[in-house]
């Protein structure tokens, strides 16, 4: 069974994960494991996975690498201290949409802004689905949540623009239907230096889906498929087609500079400690 | 001996650094010093005070009761921190900053201030001419003492100005 | 060495250097701030790493992941600083993560008086973060004890794998005096603790040892920890069984109770025939202290108590005082807080009469003096 070959990566006695039937956040973690499978030099001894909180942030318990399950919205401090500690180590980060853009905000915009060399994988399910279906900062206009039960009215955020405005250095998106896509653009993010945000959209069939009418997991896939548009394909689209519920997927953005251990290694070589 | 000093002005105009030299002279004579301060949230303009202790003996309670010295770089610090100066001791005063002289025996006024910008060219350096006021009326530590202690405080390329302010500072009293 | 002068917030820095330290993350604020100022200009030249956070949830964030991945670790604020940092202590006290958090005391609540001392904290430093856990906390009163403090909270943070937190105040942090450091020859260091067993051999994470603290390896090592803040089992992993739960509770609050002997360090003086003391901490020792030895040279029989280490309580210690002299005095610059803690300990066998203060200002040795009269006046007793 050598296509299965990243079950090595699992904890299996961990094993069944806690997420619904027909959940999506299984299959963004499985690509995250094959993407590593492909990085020579990346091992399950220098791996470091660090998670928030929330139904995306059990991940880590799943994955059988040193595994940080943080406090809601604190992964990225958590995954910066472990980085500049060790710069050797690899680390990843698994977040959700509420963890990240909402009590982890802050911390995700200046991660971003120092190009910690960390890969940061968002699962959008568009909802908090562990605390039932309340309303996300990624919610998108008009849908329903526990807290939006009229339809959510608050703008949201655009997860990837933000991580491009603040200064991230690989900004991508997918979806769990495009799997093959979404393996390949964790593996390109993983050999970025610098702070590499991935946007895996994921559906949430029990808290989002049923309650905006939206269907069976299948059904959340093929609006997936049939919504989003590949990069070029979108930049090519005149702005009246960009219309509906389409979205663009790919890479975003791509850029090289310092990453912030590097950076700080010149402090300790000015100081003069860098041999020490 | 117990001796207690309290620098007093606004901030910005170096009280605070003028008292941790002086406490670190004397420190470096093998004599006890504590140094505490308080200041409002402003970097520049709000009131600002520095007290030493000097003492032969370890030094506990760290505020200054009854001050031997005080040096009022304001108005404002001059009328608020005199009035409990021991009646022995001296109220130092920069001439052109504080017009109204408090209802003291013991006055020293010195154009601390005027004397850093004519003669050095800044006012950033009258903190180090009242340094030196400091150490020629108190005659608390050394004037080598001082100078050593200003010449490890202070950027190495301000040294010259430094040694020249002190000095301007310890000539002009008696 | 020879004396030299330093403030007590720069003792903090040289102390958590001498003690290992070698990753500070932190968020400036008044009056903590030369904490950080020295660590940024300190920390590079050992080869250590100082990170200026977007906030003090971000500090502990950071200085957390660097503990777990094998670094000592430090993190200084005040007040409100202090406050934001409650949420991520519970995780270290969860999780088991060594930290040191200084928390330079000013007036609150709230941004309250932020350039003013304060021993408002005494509470929060013990019951700040929601839930059950133990806490270790120590106060200095010199500049020299808050190099050696430090060390000590360092080395306890290692010890028994809990946050400790170094409790100064404003006094003590801006003051400035004669300090003649330890030599590193005398600085007792306690090592990250190592596991025991391999993987091979079934090792588990949060296994207690004999001292009930695991021996959680770092990051890194190949032993593929699991690391969480619900509670889990001696896996790491989360649990919902009641047993394990309370099992978990109640060993938190044990690996530190049983040693307490060892970790609570008060200070006598003037004790042998005193009727009264007066109990105090932090730089309102230093006060108290003068106070004492004024009434002592007007013949009244004080002596003279200083809680070094704050949390855990002095129970035993103030217990047995309370058996020996007719009252205590606890002066404090608050509105009483560690008061209700020698009340209880106290257990009604002496009395026991606050000394507090709260109005930006320190104690004057006369205040706790007339204190001190007072109480004897109602005691009886020379």
Not at chain 1, 137 to 147: Q, V
Not at chain 2, 122 to 148: H, P, R
Not at chain 3, 28 to 37: C, L, V, Y
Not at chain 3, 42 to 50: A, D, E, I, S, Y
């Amino acid at each position: 069974m050598t296509e299965r070959s990243y079950e090595k990566f699992f904890r299996q006695n961990r094993l069944p994960h806690l997420w619904c039937p027909g959940c999506g956040n299984g299959i963004a973690m499985k690509a995250i494991v094959q993407a590593i499978e492909k990085k020579s030099g990346w091992t399950q001894d220098n791996t470091i996975i660090v998670s928030g909180i929330g139904c995306s942030s059990r991940a880590s318990g799943y994955m059988d690498f040193d595994t940080l399950h943080t406090a809601h919205g604190r992964a990225i401090p958590f995954a910066t201290g472990i980085k500049l500690a060790k710069p050797e180590l690899n680390v990843v980060v698994i977040t959700g949409d509420g963890d990240c853009t909402a009590i982890g905000g802050n911390h995700f915009i200046h991660g971003c802004r120092r190009n910690i060399d960390l890969t940061v994988i968002l699962f959008n399910n568009n909802i908090y689905g562990m605390t039932g279906g309340q309303a996300s900062p990624m919610t998108p206009l008009g849908k329903k949540a526990t807290t939006a039960p009229y339809g959510s009215i608050d703008r949201p955020f655009d997860a990837c623009k933000l991580a491009e405005a603040a200064g991230a250095t690989y900004v991508a998106r997918s979806t769990a239907f495009h799997v093959q896509h979404l393996t390949k653009i964790i593996e390109d993010a993983l050999d970025n230096k610098g702070f590499s945000f991935i946007e895996a959209l994921v559906q949430c069939p029990t808290a989002y889906g049923r309650r905006n009418k939206i269907g069976e997991p299948a059904k959340m896939m093929a609006w997936m498929r049939d919504n989003a548009v590949m990069k070029n394909a979108w930049d090519k689209l005149p702005d009246e087609k960009k219309i509906g519920e389409k979205f663009p997927i790919g890479l975003f953005y791509k850029a090289e500079t310092e990453t912030y251990d590097e950076a700080y290694h010149h402090v300790m070589e000015i100081a003069g400690g860098a041999s020490k | 001996m117990r001796k207690q000093l309290r620098l007093s002005g606004s901030g910005g105009q170096g009280v605070i650094t003028a008292a941790i030299i002086l406490a670190e002279a004397a420190v470096s004579e093998g004599k006890q010093a504590v140094q505490s301060q308080s200041y409002g949230p402003e970097a520049r303009g709000g009131a600002s005070k520095s007290e030493v202790i000097i003492d032969d003996e370890k030094i506990f309670h760290p505020h200054v009761k009854s001050p031997d010295f005080v040096l009022a770089m304001t108005q404002k610090a001059a009328d608020k921190y005199f009035t409990d100066l021991n009646s022995e001791g001296v109220l130092i005063l920069d001439d052109d900053l504080v017009p109204n002289s408090p209802d003291f025996k013991n006055i020293i006024r010195v154009p601390i201030t005027k004397l850093a910008v004519e003669k050095i060219g800044k006012a950033l350096f009258s903190n180090i001419v009242a340094l030196g006021v400091i150490v020629k009326v108190t005659k608390l530590v050394d004037f080598e003492t001082i100078k050593k202690a200003v010449a490890h405080r202070v950027p190495p390329h301000t040294i010259e100005q430094n040694m020249a302010a002190l000095q301007i500072g310890y000539d002009s009293v008696e | 060495m020879s004396a030299k002068l330093m403030q007590g917030n720069e003792a903090v820095a040289e102390g958590a250097l001498a003690a290992g330290v070698r990753f500070f993350g932190g968020y400036p604020i008044t009056p903590s701030t030369e904490i950080a100022e020295g660590m940024a200009k300190l920390l590079p030249k050992v080869g250590g790493t100082f990170i200026q956070m977007e906030d003090e949830i971000a500090s502990m964030g950071v200085v957390l992941g660097a503990s777990l991945a094998g670094k000592k670790v430090l993190t200084a604020s005040s007040g409100p600083g202090i406050s934001l940092k409650q949420e991520l202590i519970g995780y270290a006290a969860a999780a088991e993560i060594p930290v040191v958090i200084v928390n330079v005391q000013r007036v609150g609540p709230s941004t309250g008086q932020p350039t003013a001392p304060s021993q408002g904290d005494v509470m929060q430093a013990r019951w700040g973060t929601h839930g059950d856990h133990s806490i270790i906390a120590l106060s200095p009163w010199s500049v020299r004890e808050s190099f050696e403090l430090t060390i000590k909270a360092i080395n306890y943070a290692e010890k028994f794998r809990t946050p400790v937190i170094l409790l100064m105040d404003e006094i003590v942090g801006h003051l400035r005096e004669n300090v003649e450091l330890p030599a590193e020859n005398e600085i007792e260091i306690y090592p990250r603790r190592t596991p025991k067993k391999s993987r091979a051999e079934g090792y588990e994470p949060y296994t207690p040892d004999e001292d009930l603290v695991p021996n959680v390896a770092n990051f890194g090592e190949g032993y593929h920890v699991h690391v969480t803040g619900l509670i889990h089992d001696e896996t790491g992993f989360p649990s919902g069984s009641p047993k394990i739960t309370a099992e978990f509770i109640k060993r938190m609050h044990e690996k530190i109770s049983r040693a307490a002997d060892e970790i609570i360090e008060v200070e006598t003086d003037f004790m042998d025939d005193a009727e009264i003391a007066v109990v105090s901490f932090g730089g309102t020792a230093r006060t108290a202290y003068e106070a004492v030895r004024n009434s002592r040279a007007k013949g009244l029989k004080v002596g003279f108590v200083r809680l070094v280490t704050i949390w855990p309580f002095a129970d035993k210690i103030i217990a047995e005082l309370a058996k020996k002299v007719k009252g205590l005095i606890v002066a404090e610059l608050n509105y009483g807080q560690i008061v209700g803690e020698v009340q209880r300990a106290a257990n009604g066998n002496c009395a026991v009469k606050l000394c507090a203060k709260y109005d930006m200002t320190i104690f004057e040795p006369e205040e706790i003096e007339s204190a001190i009269d007072e109480l004897i006046s109602e005691v009886g007793g020379k």
